[in-house]
């Protein structure tokens, strides 16, 4: 006799609760909360306790261990917004000590402070896209959230595996721009430090400029730091008209110039890697939410700098509306594809991408990139690191939450139905993604490659070169060469014309001994417009 549905949902239930009951140690820290019969909402905190089990890097963590990294009191309340449908939920913590004050403490080897996430990835069945985001962005030399991937247990329930992250906030040891007092006023003392986010925030102040293809929308900038009920009319002000300052630069005719566009008023090396990491990731949410912006002092040369970079759930292949899962169109181009959403891309976007510096930034900064932090070796390689780090795990935190082959809004089509299946996915889509994106970053500025025929071609040997070294150059004809370097910031070092013979030149008396240790662009091109081009690091 073949058993009723509801034996089998008993059965699986119960399964379930075994194989939950039945967890007792890992490979990952542990997590072990107590809400002390107090319910978790979203807002405001609640009490509770939480202990932390690690006893080191290639250690077992049992679940009857001491806490012994951390062990205390926590005020504890569900984050984020869409995610809060789901039955794994999201907490922001804030660390306390016995006294229920606000604490500042390390947790498994982060720096000390007292507000932390622990992030459900529950639609995201790679379990890392986030920390991928987070780490390419680091790579690329920016701050981003430290993570650390532990197994939590709440109320002695079982809730699988999460990602204790750091919460961006103003902070030495996270987004360090100058404090700001109650009297911080006036002068330079107001100009800085600010935190800005653009996001859904209806106490929020509006942009001056409307989206592109949204006559009906608005840009919203959510004040972090100060937070809106410390912030005084005077910085409020402040911050607000800056922004207003520079959107009003960059729609100008002008923009492009340095001293009166919009570099006076934005750190435009910024954009450049802030929009790399949201198209590689093909983010759905990219640039309109969860978009985070700082500002320092004036006396410090505090410009506008966009992010750090943050929630990347739905990026790399995870969103099935607004081209979410395409390998082949621009993130950036949101509005275009989804006008009627309400939550559009600022017009910054659009016009930087007619701003012939940025572009050349761009370029080099990607064809840079694609050589290391954007290499498919160096991603598979995090890709593979973090599915060895939850070989174990993850089997658990399947079968609490047996979502894969399930869809879970808004996983497109088709759905992996394994794990391993999951990770080959996302390879194979940043690949390609990568691919995509090689053709169309525009061809411009410094690092610009011809379109086909080249009839030179450059190397150097050896690489990383110090001050005894040389450049080949590879020629198909007797020609007249123009043979530029550029250093990592797009900056010429150096520049010479060359009478190339037929065959192989050797260029031997280029001053690399005046030169400091790193990264560097050599380009050469001929009068017909066809180049090549070469990273070289500089090591003495």
């Not at 016009?351 to 990607?366: E, H, I, Q």
């Not at 970053?441 to 011809?450: R, T």
Request: proline residues 5%; positive net charge; aromatic residues 12%.
């Amino acid at each position: 006799m073949k058993p009723t549905i509801s034996l089998l949902l008993q059965f699986f239930a119960l399964s379930c609760f075994a194989q939950t009951e039945n967890f007792t140690s890992s490979n990952l820290p542990i997590v072990v909360i107590n809400t002390k019969g107090n319910t978790v909402v979203d807002e405001p905190k609640v009490d509770a306790g939480m202990g932390i089990i690690y006893n080191g890097i290639g250690k077992r963590n049992f679940i009857t261990d001491p806490y012994n990294n951390y062990k205390g009191n926590i005020g504890i309340e569900y984050r984020g917004q869409s995610s809060q449908s789901f039955p794994m939920k999201s907490y922001g913590l804030e660390l306390r000590d016995a006294a229920n004050n606000s604490q500042e403490k390390s947790l498994l080897g982060i720096a000390k402070e007292s507000d932390w996430i622990l992030y459900a990835p529950y639609t995201d069945k790679t379990l890392m896209r986030n920390v991928l985001a987070y780490t390419l962005s680091n790579r690329l030399g920016n701050w981003a959230p430290q993570c650390r991937y532990v197994e939590l247990v709440v109320n002695s329930e079982y809730r699988g595996i999460y990602v204790l992250m750091e919460k961006i906030k103003r902070g030495s040891n996270r987004v360090n721009i100058s404090k700001l007092g109650a009297t911080d006023n006036a002068g330079d003392a107001v100009t800085g430090g600010y935190l800005i986010s653009i996001d859904k925030d209806p106490a929020a102040f509006t942009s001056n400029y409307l989206p592109p293809n949204a006559s009906d929308k608005q840009i919203r900038f959510s004040n972090v730091y100060p937070k809106p009920d410390k912030i005084t009319a005077q910085q409020n002000d402040y911050i607000k008209n800056y922004i207003d300052s520079f959107e009003t630069a960059l729609t100008g005719s002008n923009f492009q110039n340095p001293q009166t566009g919009v570099r006076k008023f934005a750190a435009l090396q910024s954009f450049v890697d802030y929009f790399l990491i949201n198209e590689l990731s093909h983010n759905v949410d990219g640039y309109r939410l969860s978009t985070f912006m700082y500002k320092d002092k004036y006396s410090l040369g505090g410009k506008l700098t966009i992010g750090p970079v943050w929630d990347y759930d739905l990026a790399f292949r995870n969103a099935n509306y607004c081209n979410g899962s395409n390998t082949d169109t621009w993130a950036y181009k949101f509005n275009t594809t989804c006008p009627d959403d309400y939550w559009q891309v600022p017009f910054w976007w659009n016009k930087l991408m007619n701003d012939t510096a940025f572009k050349g930034s761009l370029k080099c900064r990607y064809s840079e990139a694609r050589q290391h932090t954007f290499s498919t070796n160096s991603i598979n390689a995090v890709i593979d690191s973090i599915q060895n780090l939850l070989g174990e795990a993850q089997v658990r935190h399947f079968i609490k939450w047996p979502v894969l082959g399930q869809y879970i809004w808004p996983n497109p089509q088709p759905i992996p139905t394994s794990y391993a299946e999951e990770i080959s996915k996302l390879k194979n889509w940043i690949r390609d993604r990568n691919t995509w994106l090689e053709n169309n970053i525009p061809n411009e500025g410094a690092c610009a490659i011809g379109n086909g025929g080249n009839g030179i071609a450059i190397k150097i040997a050896p690489n990383p070169i110090s001050t005894n070294g040389e450049i080949i150059l590879t020629s198909e004809s007797r020609q007249t060469l123009n043979l530029v370097i550029f250093n990592d910031v797009s900056q010429l070092v150096f520049k010479q014309t060359i009478s190339a013979n037929t065959g192989t030149n050797h260029l031997q008396n280029i001053p690399f001994y005046s030169w400091h240790n790193g990264i560097y662009f050599i380009k050469a091109s001929t009068t017909g417009g066809e180049s090549a081009l070469v990273k070289m690091i500089l090591v003495k």
